[in-house]
């Protein structure tokens, strides 16, 4: 009896509505579902940085949140946060900041990360107290679930779920692998 092996994939594609890095028409898109507080999340940062490096135009990068609330207490705070820091046009310095400050993620610490990125404090307590990004966060966690995610960090290249290891030299290999075409060989 055989099984044929079947790939995870993107429910909703990318579009406009994310968080992405990169040219629209770079032939290769990576998308990683990501939670701030993960551990695993944080190793994988630099390593996301270092491909985008490598691959430079070829790549387009996004990030879409899976905050694990139930084992990360600090996981929604930070991705709303993130969201916040999008709202005033700097969502990829707090991305950053967030991933290098791991350890800092209660509230306090995430305005004085929305300080130092120069972002209207007030205005992120605000949001963040009013829930005003709460929706956006949890749209991208159902996307994760429907496209079959199960844990932090988990990578779809050109749609389809990468299932190996991410570290740096696997997953470039991955990556390298889609022609130019955008379809993985």
């Not at 009896?1 to 579009?15: F, H």
């Not at 050109?158 to 075409?181: C, I, P, Q």
Request: contains cysteine; hydrophobic residues 40%; glycine residues 8%.
């Amino acid at each position: 009896m055989s099984q044929t092996r079947r790939e995870a994939r993107l429910v909703v594609p990318v579009s406009d509505h994310d968080h992405m890095i990169g040219a629209a028409d770079a032939p290769v898109t990576l998308v990683e579902y990501g939670d701030y507080q993960c551990p695993y999340c944080g190793r994988a940062f630099p390593i996301v940085q270092q491909v985008r490096r490598t691959l430079g135009d070829r790549l387009r990068f996004v990030f879409r949140n899976f905050p694990l609330t139930q084992i990360h207490e600090h996981a929604e705070h930070a991705a709303e946060v993130a969201e916040a820091a999008a709202a005033q046009g700097k969502f990829w310095e707090m991305h950053d900041w967030l991933f290098r400050h791991q350890l800092h993620l209660d509230d306090d610490g995430l305005l004085e990360g929305a300080r130092e990125v120069g972002l209207d404090v007030e205005r992120v307590r605000r949001e963040i107290a009013d829930g005003a990004h709460r929706a956006r966060v949890r749209e991208d966690f159902t996307t994760g679930i429907r496209s079959g995610v199960n844990g932090t960090p988990t990578f779809y290249i050109n749609g389809v779920r990468h299932d190996n290891d991410y570290n740096f030299e696997t997953l470039l290999a991955a990556l390298e692998k889609v022609d130019t075409s955008g379809t993985i060989v």
